[in-house]
Nanobody
């Protein structure tokens, strides 16, 4: 069993910054790709940023230059630094990780419970 727990969400004014964290725990042999997704009100869940185990990254066009994804493999933790936040960034942000557990040979995707980010004045 693997658990992903996000933290760091909250209310911030436009132009402000937040840093999200996602800590993975449980039966983890290796974590491959990780990513942040978000789901705004009335919208579908979308990829915000992804990162491979060797830290190659990709971003949605809407967040390029403002958000930075990173990870600490020793701590099984994923981060998202969000700067210059806009009201349209308001959403529930979810952490995703492709995990190979002990005793298994293939990866399985796990999701966190989500953390609310609200950008408003």
């Amino acid at each position: 069993q693997v658990q992903l727990v996000e933290s760091g969400g909250g209310l911030v004014q436009p132009g402000g910054s937040l840093r999200l964290s996602c800590a993975a725990s449980g039966s983890i042999f290796r974590i491959n790709a990780m990513g942040w997704y978000r789901q705004g009100p009335g919208k579908q869940r979308e990829l915000v940023a992804g990162i491979t185990r060797d830290s190659r990254t990709n971003y949605a066009d809407s967040v390029k230059g403002r958000f930075t994804i990173s990870r600490d493999n020793a701590k099984n933790t994923l981060y998202l630094q969000m700067n210059s936040l806009k009201p349209e960034d308001t959403a529930v942000y979810y952490c995703n990780a492709d995990v190979v557990s002990y005793g298994r040979y293939t990866e399985y995707p796990y999701w966190g419970q989500g953390t609310q980010v609200t950008v408003s004045s």
